[in-house]
């Protein structure tokens, strides 16, 4: 059974930086993807970045440039390190694994998520 536990969200003004960790737990050889989504009230979550197994990163335009994903292999354990901070990155931030079963197929894991709010 894979857990993932999240922490380094907090409250930060506009401009600031954070920085989001994902400890892994349990099997996660197979790993297809790290990610990083969230979720705002009333609002769908969205993707915020991956990067996969080969270290190809993803970031949508709300975020590029601002944001960078990476991983402590040695850790096990995924960041998402938040700079320039804007009030809109306001969310609940979940990350994610997808592992690639034996059996064939692909597996999500989630975080139970962290807070980042950010002020004006």
């Known amino acids: 059974q894979v857990q993932l536990v999240e922490s380094g969200g907090g409250l930060v003004q506009a401009g600031g930086s954070l920085r989001l960790s994902c400890a892994a737990s349990g099997n996660t050889f197979r790993r297809k993807t790290d990610g990083w989504y969230r979720q705002a009230p009333g609002q769908q979550r969205e993707l915020v970045a991956t990067i996969s197994n080969s270290g190809s990163t993803n970031y949508p335009d709300s975020v590029k440039g601002r944001f960078t994903i990476y991983r402590d292999s040695a850790k096990n354990t995924v960041y998402l390190q938040m700079d320039s901070l804007k009030p809109e990155d306001t969310a609940v931030y979940y990350c994610?694994?997808?592992?690639?079963?034996?059996?064939?197929?692909?597996?999500?894991?989630w975080g139970q998520g962290t807070q980042v709010t950010v002020s004006s």
């Open positions: 994610n694994i997808v592992l690639l079963p034996l059996f064939g197929g692909e597996r999500e894991y």
